[in-house]
């Protein structure tokens, strides 16, 4: 089970904003990684791969996205939000195969 | 450009079947999973299983295992996902993913489920 906090937040432009996934089960693989990934869905779109590997951003994606966290308990965090940034955000677990996505986090902007 | 593209919208009536399709281009198939991601109306994502062309080898989310067939045409670079008798809770969203993982010298790399189809709406009413 993932489970994602909060459901939603509402954020102004400018400002930070923080997301927690938490697995029921340890993401951390023998090769030292941890498989989880963070998707975001805009209104009307398919999701979009935002991090995968708890930490390390996908191609096009802007710097102020950061992952973190180990094992059971990951962060994502925007350090300035942006209009764009408006959707839902789901982490992934992706340890085995299929994966396990969280309930989601829908992210407003005032 | 890598893409995977999805077959129309469909809108059926309970206990017919369907099989809707997803082609991709621009990369080697065969030597990445295809999955299956559903959308039910207003609610969130859902793995329904994927497959990988090479081998066939199709995985299943425990929710779905019994209630729809996973499959390819790895020659026509398509997967594939079907119902035999179809219900109203299968009205969703029907997205065709893309799990990249590189294998190089036995050693695994993964980044993500990194390519999205636009979707396919199924319909389920009578």
């Known amino acids: 089970v993932t489970t994602q906090s909060p459901l939603s937040l509402t954020v102004a432009p400018g400002e930070p904003a923080s997301i927690s996934c938490r697995s029921s089960?340890?993401?951390?693989?023998?090769?030292?990684?941890?498989?989880l990934d963070w998707y975001l869905q805009r209104p009307g779109q398919s999701p979009q791969l935002l991090m995968y590997?708890?930490?390390t951003r996908a191609s096009g994606v802007p710097d102020r996205f950061s992952g973190s966290g180990s094992g059971t308990d990951f962060t994502l965090k925007i350090s300035r939000v942006e209009a764009e940034d408006a959707g839902v955000y789901y982490c992934?677990?992706?340890?085995?195969?299929?994966?396990?996505f969280g309930h989601g986090t829908k992210v407003e902007i005032k | 450009e890598v893409q995977l593209v999805q077959s129309g919208a469909e809108l059926k009536k309970p206990g017919e079947s369907l099989k809707i399709s997803c082609t991709g281009s621009?990369?080697?198939?065969?030597?990445?999973?295809i999955g299956w991601v559903r959308q039910m109306p207003g609610k969130g994502l859902e793995w329904m299983g994927l497959?990988?062309?090479?081998?066939?080898?199709?995985r299943y989310g425990p929710s779905f295992r019994g209630q729809v067939t996973i499959s390819v045409d790895k020659a026509n670079n398509i997967a594939y996902l079907q119902w035999s008798s179809l219900q109203a809770s299968d009205t969703a969203v029907y997205y065709c993913?893309?799990?990249?993982?590189?294998?190089?010298?036995?050693?695994?790399?993964?980044?993500?489920?990194?390519?999205w189809g636009r979707g396919t709406t199924v319909t389920v009413s009578s």
């Open positions: 993913v893309r799990r990249n993982v590189v294998a190089v010298a036995n050693v695994y790399y993964y980044y993500g489920i990194d390519v």
């Open positions: 621009g990369y080697s198939f065969t030597n990445y999973w």
């Open positions: 497959i990988y062309p090479g081998d066939s080898d199709t």
């Open positions: 089960q340890s993401l951390l693989h023998r090769d030292g990684k941890n498989y």
């Open positions: 590997l708890s930490s």
């Open positions: 992934m677990a992706a340890l085995q195969t299929p994966g396990t």
